[in-house]
């Protein structure tokens, strides 16, 4: 494939209202967009760090220097033989920065899927029309803000509540969602590594509760941990973090880390990685669901593609536009009957509103290939 120019956008836009993680709070989402331009067709994908290295090591200005300095030049070097399915080995050599990887990959994976008419629904296997959507619930300053908004997210209709958790923000957020909403709602939980094996006799409390499971709540390099923990507590074990690659997900089922896994594409390095996580899973029987890093429309239809496989068999953090932004950069995905719709149109199959992007775009760098 002959790559003319490629483009970083970084852009900066407003969230409805802040998000509260155990690690931090953010009231806007900042991210880098990757523009590939081919002769045929133009492919776009969507950076999923942060400015900050809390969530993982990978942040946004590290990105925009490794990408720069040390994938794009690996890239440009294979001339016309560059393929999506080839991106993965050709920057196999650095180590690391499976987000700032996973950007490149998807917008080349983009561009090839648009000069050949294919979806990304089609090309990953998808094998519904439309996803389940959960929504994650941040952390709030009172126990009243919460059942608010949690039951405006039900009367939406969304599918599955998850709270986000930390130490004093736990079983009491749970036990109240519970007995306002009933025994019927899918509700899970995300500590985002706030816990040590030391609180297994704490997290037992959640037990009674039925949550579908417990997210991450060790350390990411706490496999044993984990094994350790799922012996402790009856809440099933599903890991984010901790999961980097299909070699992961295998050792962490192996060794009965977790019997759920959070499949989000970014922090595995690309979609085909994430589909080589579903395939495992499957075979192990292990469900799996589609993460989310707040994404913009542009991210979000590809999310919502690899959703449409099937063991993707719980709702993912897989939101409407309007969960997180007034005004996405696509048309916004709208919840039907507490489902997104799967795009259909070649690549991610959605446009871009040109002036939008222009009105969040804070700095724009070109390289010429
Ligand atoms: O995209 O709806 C979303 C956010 C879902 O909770 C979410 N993501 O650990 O799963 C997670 C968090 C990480 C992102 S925090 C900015
Ligand atoms: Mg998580």
């Known amino acids: 494939m002959k790559i003319q120019t490629i483009e970083l956008r970084r ?47 990978e942040f946004l200005d590290g990105g925009e220097l490794v990408i720069r300095d040390h994938l794009l030049p690996r890239l440009e070097a294979m001339g016309e033989d560059l ?43 998808a094998v519904r029309e439309s996803v389940p959507a959960g929504v994650s619930v941040g952390i709030l300053d009172s126990l009243d803000e919460l059942v608010n908004a949690v039951g405006e997210y039900l009367a939406q209709g969304y599918r599955r509540i998850k709270l986000k958790i930390e130490p004093g923000w736990d079983v009491a957020p749970v036990r109240l969602v519970r007995e306002t909403f009933g025994d019927d709602i899918l509700l899970q939980v995300d500590a985002n590594t706030a816990y040590t094996l030391a609180d297994a006799r704490h997290l037992a409390q959640l037990d009674p509760y039925d949550l579908l499971l417990i997210e991450q709540p060790l350390s990411e390099d706490d496999i044993l941990g984990h094994a350790a923990l799922a012996a402790l507590i009856r809440t099933p074990i599903c890991l984010d973090e901790s999961i980097e690659s299909a070699r992961d997900a295998a050792a962490a089922i192996a060794l009965g880390a977790c019997s759920v896994i959070n499949v989000k594409p970014a922090r595995v390095g690309g979609y085909l990685e994430a589909r080589r996580i579903h395939d495992i899973a499957a075979a192990n029987g292990v469900p799996v669901w589609c993460g989310g890093m707040l994404e913009t429309g542009i991210g979000r239809a590809a999310n919502v593609a690899l959703a449409g496989l099937p063991n993707f068999v719980l709702p993912g953090d897989t939101s409407a536009s309007d969960r997180y932004y007034a005004q996405d950069l696509t048309a916004p995905f709208v919840l039907e009957d507490g489902a997104l719709r799967i795009p259909t149109g070649p690549g991610i199959g959605v446009e871009i509103l040109d002036d939008v992007l222009t009105e969040f775009t804070t700095s724009v760098e070109t390289i010429r290939f």
Do not use: C, N
């Not at 836009?13 to 045929?40: H, K, M, N, Q, Y």
């Not at 996973?102 to 561009?111: G, H, N, Q, R, S």
């Open 11 to 57: 852009v900066a836009l407003p969230l409805v209202s802040p998000f509260r993680t155990s690690f931090g709070s953010v009231s806007e989402r900042e991210t880098i967009l990757v523009r590939v331009a081919t002769p045929d067709a133009e492919g776009w994908a969507e950076h999923a760090a942060e400015p900050g290295p809390l969530y993982s090591s």
């Open 83 to 125: 393929t999506a399915e080839r991106v993965a080995t050709a920057l196999a050599p650095v180590k690391g920065h499976a987000m700032s990887k996973a950007v490149l990959e998807t917008a080349i994976l983009d561009a090839q899927l648009k000069e050949t008419g294919v979806s990304f629904g089609q090309h990953l296997g």
